[in-house]
């Protein structure tokens, strides 16, 4: 862990930092020297004199352990700080650079709390494999100076923070890949497998798999996909199609699945999507043992769960999505493929209508549908 935290030191001036601000990311950089006048970035624009900075980036070297501290963190630090200190979500990567990205939280508070919340600090620090970040602004406000709380709060590294350009891709993007879309099941059951101590139920997920799994096998029959949000009548269209076309209807995620997505519901976002994509493969075998007797329609498949994902890891506008043709979109080689895809839409007013009508029960990412037009636009987007 040691060697890991100095090599993360050694390119810290290469690092851009995000601090997401009203649902979007504002950014600033590092230099070991100021060239040229003092420019605060916006994300400190307004930050009263009085106020203190700081920041918290999980840089565990395992990914898996890295993600459930970040996930829980908030919670201990929404318990543990004073009232009144502000928290954001932020992050830190260089740009362009696949794997790069360090997730956290920044931290905002009055000065008269400062010696508390760096006690808090030291010791998620001592305890944790965290960076701890320290932010002091001038006398005049124009120019903020960053300490690294490396190997000791007594004696930071010091850093210029710059304002920085807005990457050309979101940062979220750079650990993307089989993160937060999986695209093979080797990489799904790798996650699932590293928490077997801590999630006995993933043994039973993963004994849900077939001992072989055939993506290249063309079915005998079509396999028609169809995908939407919940409550834009994708159960009135499947069962139509089902009983015109006397074809088999399958689900994703699927039934033999309902019992544990309550609890992979409540897990970080790495090991929930993880859950989800071995759904896909044991969906997938499902589709290639009846597609061999009939036609198959599916309520959901790997299009939805690659939405969610991306909509979710990506914040701010509808831009800042991968562009068309990035490899995020790609299909998995190793997933069946269906032969058509059928996206259902609806006025969002009269999906809200039907969802209360039937009295269902939301999962966080509804709850966000609601609330959140951009998360909104950009899951329509990706869909």
């Given at each position: 862990m040691a060697r890991h935290l100095k090599l993360l030191v050694?390119?810290?001036?290469?690092?851009?930092?995000?601090?997401?601000?009203?649902?979007?990311?504002?950014?600033?950089?590092?230099?070991?020297?100021?060239?040229?006048?003092?420019?605060?970035?916006?994300?400190?624009?307004?930050?009263?004199?009085?106020?203190?900075?700081?920041?918290?980036?999980?840089?565990?070297?395992?990914?898996?352990?890295?993600?459930?501290?970040?996930?829980?963190?908030?919670?201990?630090?929404?318990?543990?700080?004073?009232?009144?200190?502000?928290?954001?979500?932020?992050?830190?990567?260089?740009?362009?650079?696949?794997?790069?990205?360090?997730?956290?939280?920044?931290?905002?508070?009055?000065?008269?709390?400062?010696?508390?919340?760096?006690?808090?600090?030291?010791d998620l620090e001592q305890r944790n494999p965290v960076l701890v970040c320290s932010y002091s602004q001038s006398e005049d406000g124009q120019q903020w100076t960053q300490c690294l709380w490396y190997q000791s709060e007594e004696n930071p590294v010091r850093f210029c923070v710059v304002p920085s350009e807005t990457p050309k891709h979101h940062p979220s993007v750079l650990n993307m890949i089989n993160s937060d879309v999986f695209y093979s099941l080797e990489e799904a059951c790798d996650v699932l497998k590293q928490c077997g101590d801590i999630i006995p139920e993933t043994r039973s997920v993963l004994g849900m798999l077939p001992s072989s799994l055939d993506a290249r096998r063309k079915p005998d029959f079509p396999v028609i996909v169809i995908e939407?949000?919940?409550?834009?009548?994708?159960?009135?269209?499947?069962?139509?199609?089902?009983?015109?076309?006397?074809?088999?209807?399958?689900r994703s995620p699927p039934q033999c699945l309902s019992a544990w997505r309550g609890r992979f519901d409540r897990e970080p976002p790495l090991i929930r999507r993880a859950f989800y994509a071995v759904g896909n493969y044991i969906t997938a075998?499902?589709?290639?043992?009846?597609?061999?007797?009939?036609?198959?329609?599916?309520?959901?498949?790997?299009?939805?769960?690659?939405?969610?994902?991306?909509?979710?890891?990506?914040?701010?506008?509808?831009?800042?999505?991968?562009?068309?043709?990035?490899?995020?979109?790609?299909?998995?080689?190793?997933?069946?493929?269906?032969?058509l895809v059928i996206l259902l839409t609806l006025d969002p007013e009269e999906r809200k209508r039907r969802l209360r009508s039937r009295g269902l029960m939301k999962t966080d990412e509804e709850e966000e549908l609601d609330h959140n037009k951009l998360f909104r636009l950009r899951l329509d987007k990706n869909a």
């Open positions: 050694q390119r810290w001036s290469s690092r851009v930092f995000s601090v997401e601000v009203d649902g979007a990311p504002r950014y600033f950089g590092v230099r070991e020297q100021l060239r040229g006048e003092p420019v605060p970035p916006d994300v400190f624009s307004e930050v009263q004199k009085q106020d203190r900075c700081y920041s918290l980036l999980v840089c565990s070297g395992d990914r898996v352990t890295g993600d459930r501290f970040h996930w829980e963190l908030r919670d201990r630090l929404q318990t543990q700080l004073p009232p009144g200190s502000g928290l954001r979500s932020m992050s830190s990567f260089i740009p362009d650079q696949k794997g790069s990205l360090l997730k956290g939280y920044f931290l905002q508070s009055q000065a008269g709390n400062s010696s508390l919340i760096e006690d808090i600090l030291t939407g949000l919940d409550a834009t009548g994708k159960t009135t269209l499947t069962e139509s199609l089902r009983d015109s076309l006397g074809a088999t209807l399958l075998e499902q589709i290639n043992q009846e597609a061999s007797k009939s036609p198959v329609i599916v309520d959901r498949f790997w299009h939805s769960t690659a939405a969610y994902a991306i909509a979710t890891a990506v914040t701010g506008p509808v831009s800042n999505l991968p562009h068309e043709g990035a490899e995020v979109y790609r299909w998995p080689g190793d997933l069946l493929q269906p032969s």
